[in-house]
């Protein structure tokens, strides 16, 4: 069975940082690209990024691009989110989605983790 | 940068045909995928480039893609089907994926 796991997710002050996880079980990760998709609380599904299989291919959705860093280690079946000089507007659920190529199609999807961007 | 567009909502009897839009300029040169997101709990995927099903998804969920619009169409409505659907695509030209803004189903 395919689980998605995030964790990381917090209350942090305008500016700052935080780093979100994602555990992947029930597949074989290496073989798959995935996504960071996010949802603020009442409102619709944002994508935020993605990464291809071996990390070298990335692409970031122009709201956090310079702010956000998407990486992966195959080994250890983890897929993570680096977010820096967070704003307001980066307050949402933010989801990890396996993607099946060529049509980046997000077949699977975790539950979930809270950033709250508050002062 | 690409926009897809979809009603806020659509309300049905149990029963009857449910039909979600999603409009896009020449959508019909895109894949076009569709996506279930109940109270609480995160998206799942119904139906795929225009109109294949992922395994465990009953037959009731069918999709189109023609011209300018995209149509999911959910027949003989049951109250667990009541949600938001979202359709999504894959922009080749900015390399980002798009999402419409959601329609939520309302059984009456």
């Known amino acids: 069975e395919v689980q998605l796991v995030e964790s990381g997710g917090g209350v942090v002050r305008p500016g700052g940082s935080l780093r979100l996880s994602c555990a992947a079980s029930?597949?074989?990760?290496?073989?798959?690209?995935m996504s960071w998709v996010r949802q603020s609380p009442g409102k619709g599904l944002e994508w935020v990024s993605r990464?291809?299989?071996?990390?070298?291919?990335?692409g970031y959705a122009d709201s956090v691009k310079g702010r956000f860093t998407i990486s992966r280690d195959n080994a250890k079946n983890s897929l993570s989110l680096q977010m820096n000089s967070l704003r307001a507007e980066d307050t949402a659920f933010y989801h990890c989605?396996?993607?099946?190529?060529?049509?980046?199609?997000?077949?699977?999807w975790g539950q979930g983790t809270l950033v709250t961007v508050s002062s | 940068s690409y926009v897809l567009t979809q009603p806020p909502s659509v309300s049905v009897a149990p029963g009857e045909t449910a039909r979600f839009t999603c409009g896009g300029n020449?959508?019909?040169?895109?894949?076009v995928h569709w996506y279930q997101q109940r109270p609480g709990q995160a998206p799942v995927l119904v139906v795929y480039?225009?109109?294949d099903r992922p395994s465990g998804i009953p037959e009731r969920f069918s999709g189109s893609n023609s011209g300018n619009t995209a149509t999911l169409t959910i027949s003989r409505v049951e109250a667990g089907d009541e949600a938001d659907y979202y359709c999504?695509?894959?922009?080749?030209?900015?390399?980002?994926?798009?999402f419409g803004g959601g329609t939520k189903l309302t059984v009456l």
């Open positions: 029930g597949f074989t990760f290496d073989d798959y690209g």
């Open positions: 999504q695509v894959w922009d080749s030209n900015s390399d980002h994926s798009i």
């Open positions: 989605a396996r993607v099946l190529d060529p049509a980046r199609v997000f077949d699977f």
């Open positions: 480039d225009d109109r």
């Open positions: 020449n959508i019909r040169t895109k894949s």
């Open positions: 990464i291809n299989w071996n990390g070298g291919s990335t």
